[in-house]
């Protein structure tokens, strides 16, 4: 089992930044797949970053390339994203994820198909991120 706990989000105004963070606990003695997925009302949860703990290269979706960055500190077991040049239509419900399935595709950084929901077994409670335009 992994439990996975938020920070960050909030209101801020397009083009400024905000900082997530998901912490993991319990059973992450093995590396696994992290991510960031958002959604809002109304639309499928979508993913938006990913990287594998045990190291290797991070995806990102087209959407957020150049403005978002992941960075994981293992120490810590946690995973951060720092989201820049903020746009009104990144406005969503933010969750980290975790989990144990294409792991090959999460190492590499390529995805195909992109990440999906069912791809990960663990989730955080969510954190909300709003942006004004």
């Known amino acids: 089992q992994v439990q996975l706990v938020e920070s960050g989000g909030g209101s801020v105004q397009a083009g400024g930044s905000l900082r997530l963070s998901c912490t993991a606990y319990?059973?992450?003695?093995?590396?696994?797949?992290m991510g960031w997925f958002r959604q809002t009302p109304g639309k499928e949860r979508e993913g938006v970053a990913a990287l594998y703990t045990g190291g290797g290269n991070t995806y990102y979706d087209d959407s957020v390339k150049g403005r978002f960055t992941v960075s994981q500190d293992n120490a810590k077991n946690t995973l951060s994203v720092e989201m820049n040049s903020l746009k009104h239509e990144d406005s969503a419900m933010y969750y980290c994820?975790?989990?144990?399935?294409?792991?090959?595709?999460?190492?590499?950084?390529?995805?195909?198909?992109?990440?999906?929901?069912?791809?990960?077994?663990?989730w955080g409670q969510g954190t909300q991120v709003t942006v004004s335009s």
């Open positions: 319990g059973d992450t003695y093995s590396s696994f797949c």
């Open positions: 994820a975790a989990g144990f399935r294409r792991l090959r595709d999460c190492a590499s950084g390529s995805w195909r198909p992109a990440p999906r929901e069912g791809d990960f077994r663990y």
